[in-house]
């Protein structure tokens, strides 16, 4: 028999975090959209949690629950705020674990501290204005001078650049794409202005730029040339990480409609008696259903060393398109008020967008799929 159940200590996280998210984070959401920041105080709240550093082992200060208790906690972060949901994210997920993934022994005792107590915040630099979906084609270059590393390049849509300690640097080396740990006081970095998005207003994204940034030597991560299979890596677990930060507001938005279908009135009686409001919560219903199912599977299976690139690229395809779905319908239900910015649907309408562009481009996710389908005969 297989156990899909949740461990005491995992249900503890879970409950302390949705504690956390209704309470503090969820009442002021809506402030932070509009005002494009999440406050500090939060951000040291979240801190104190242990939630900066939640997936990764205790050994190296995390709080060691693996990627399951990783996106029980995404799941409840962004059921009340998707933009912090994306700072944790881009800090954990993909910014420190990167460091993670690619360091030796050494490197993770010395480096990876400090970014699991979040002392440091992390951001995850790979996307370049020519290298987005085509991520081997990134020309930002690191060569060798003596002792140090000398960086050139240009980063873009980098999350949490703007006040980020530390940056997972991918450039290009004489032996292929590399890895480094680059601290953002170094002289030689500029960080651009806060893009103006969309959504997920209040997660800052910046351009990094390198001129002649010099690094020590042993701040390249792992091997040299070896980065293009350590960003791929970072970016599975990323992917289902994602899957959780959908999987939350998708749960909210059934929960605010199924509410308000049965408190609303038309034809002098709720609307939830009209059958094709029924409907309507019966899809949002089904998809939440699919997507948590195949979530924290694959979670489960990643913390086990069994995912594969193309478990998570489901998870990431999935989820995004179903909270884009759901998004649509919790407004469809809710009609005028659903649209207005009295209530958080609009917001979460507009955030849940990017989640089909970031990480991947959902595109790119399909051809992830379909190749390893094919390298693999079809075969599940």
């Not at 972060?77 to 998707?82: G, N, T, V, Y």
């Not at 040299?224 to 959780?244: C, H, N, P, V």
């Given at each position: 028999?297989?156990?899909?159940?949740?461990?005491?200590?995992?249900?503890?996280l879970?409950?302390?975090?949705?504690?956390?998210?209704?309470?503090e984070?969820?009442?002021i959401?809506?402030?932070?959209?509009?005002?494009?920041?999440?406050?500090?105080?939060i951000?040291?709240?979240i801190?104190?949690?242990?939630?900066?550093?939640?997936?990764?082992?205790i050994?190296?200060?995390?709080?060691?629950?693996?990627?399951?208790?990783?996106?029980?906690?995404?799941?409840?972060?962004?059921?009340?705020?998707?933009?912090?949901a994306?700072?944790?994210?881009a800090?954990q997920?993909i910014?420190?674990?990167?460091?993670?993934?690619?360091?030796?022994?050494?490197?993770?005792?010395?480096f990876?501290?400090?970014?699991?107590?979040?002392?440091?915040?992390?951001?995850?630099?790979?996307?370049?204005?020519?290298?987005?979906?085509?991520?081997?084609?990134?020309?930002?270059?690191?060569?060798?001078?003596?002792?140090?590393?000398?960086?050139?390049?240009?980063?873009?849509?980098?999350?949490?650049?703007?006040?980020?300690?530390?940056?997972?640097?991918?450039?290009?080396?004489?032996?292929?794409?590399?890895?480094?740990?680059?601290?953002?006081?170094t002289?030689?970095?500029?960080?651009?202005?806060?893009?103006?998005?969309?959504?997920?207003?209040?997660?800052k994204?910046?351009?990094?730029?390198?001129?002649?940034?010099?690094?020590?030597?042993?701040?390249?991560?792992?091997?040299?040339?070896?980065?293009?299979?350590?960003?791929?890596k970072?970016?599975?677990?990323?992917?289902?990480?994602?899957?959780?930060?959908?999987?939350?507001?998708?749960?909210?938005?059934?929960?605010?409609?199924?509410?308000?279908?049965?408190?609303?009135?038309?034809?002098?009686?709720?609307?939830?008696?009209?059958?094709?409001?029924?409907?309507?919560?019966a899809?949002?219903?089904?998809?939440?259903?699919?997507?948590?199912?195949?979530?924290?599977?694959t979670?489960?299976?990643?913390?086990?060393?069994?995912?594969?690139?193309?478990?998570?690229?489901?998870?990431?395809?999935?989820?995004?398109?179903?909270l884009?779905?759901?998004?649509?319908?919790?407004?469809?239900?809710?009609?005028?008020?659903?649209?207005?910015?009295?209530?958080?649907?609009?917001?979460?309408?507009?955030?849940?967008?990017i989640?089909?562009?970031?990480?991947?481009?959902?595109?790119?996710?399909?051809?992830?799929?379909?190749?390893?389908?094919?390298?693999?005969?079809?075969?599940?």
């Amino acid at each position: 028999m297989i156990d899909f159940s949740f461990t005491e200590e995992q249900n503890m996280l879970r409950e302390m975090v949705r504690d956390f998210a209704n309470n503090e984070l969820k009442p002021i959401a809506q402030k932070i959209d509009e005002e494009e920041s999440i406050p500090d105080y939060i951000i040291d709240k979240i801190r104190e949690l242990g939630l900066l550093g939640a997936s990764f082992p205790i050994e190296y200060g995390g709080s060691g629950f693996g990627e399951v208790g990783y996106c029980i906690m995404q799941e409840e972060i962004a059921r009340a705020c998707l933009s912090t949901a994306t700072f944790i994210g881009a800090h954990q997920s993909i910014g420190t674990n990167s460091i993670y993934i690619g360091s030796t022994e050494e490197q993770r005792q010395r480096f990876l501290p400090a970014l699991t107590s979040g002392e440091k915040i992390a951001a995850y630099a790979l996307t370049e204005p020519q290298a987005g979906s085509d991520a081997f084609n990134l020309k930002t270059r690191a060569e060798l001078d003596g002792n140090e590393w000398i960086l050139n390049g240009e980063k873009m849509w980098i999350t949490n650049a703007p006040f980020a300690n530390v940056f997972a640097v991918f450039a290009r080396t004489k032996l292929g794409i590399s890895l480094f740990y680059v601290p953002a006081e170094t002289p030689g970095i500029s960080i651009g202005a806060p893009e103006k998005k969309m959504g997920i207003r209040g997660s800052k994204t910046a351009s990094v730029t390198f001129d002649n940034a010099r690094i020590p030597q042993d701040y390249l991560i792992g091997r040299e040339g070896k980065a293009f299979i350590y960003a791929m890596k970072t970016l599975d677990a990323g992917r289902i990480g994602l899957g959780a930060a959908a999987l939350g507001p998708m749960k909210e938005l059934l929960e605010l409609s199924t509410v308000y279908a049965k408190t609303r009135k038309q034809f002098d009686q709720p609307i939830a008696n009209f059958q094709a409001v029924q409907f309507m919560l019966a899809d949002m219903a089904a998809e939440i259903y699919g997507c948590e199912s195949m979530l924290y599977r694959t979670a489960n299976d990643y913390d086990h060393g069994v995912v594969t690139s193309r478990q998570a690229a489901i998870v990431k395809l999935r989820c995004s398109e179903a909270l884009d779905k759901i998004a649509d319908l919790a407004i469809q239900v809710h009609g005028g008020m659903g649209y207005s910015r009295e209530l958080s649907i609009e917001r979460v309408y507009r955030d849940s967008r990017i989640n089909r562009i970031f990480e991947g481009t959902n595109e790119i996710q399909k051809l992830v799929i379909a190749n390893d389908l094919i390298k693999r005969n079809g075969k599940m």
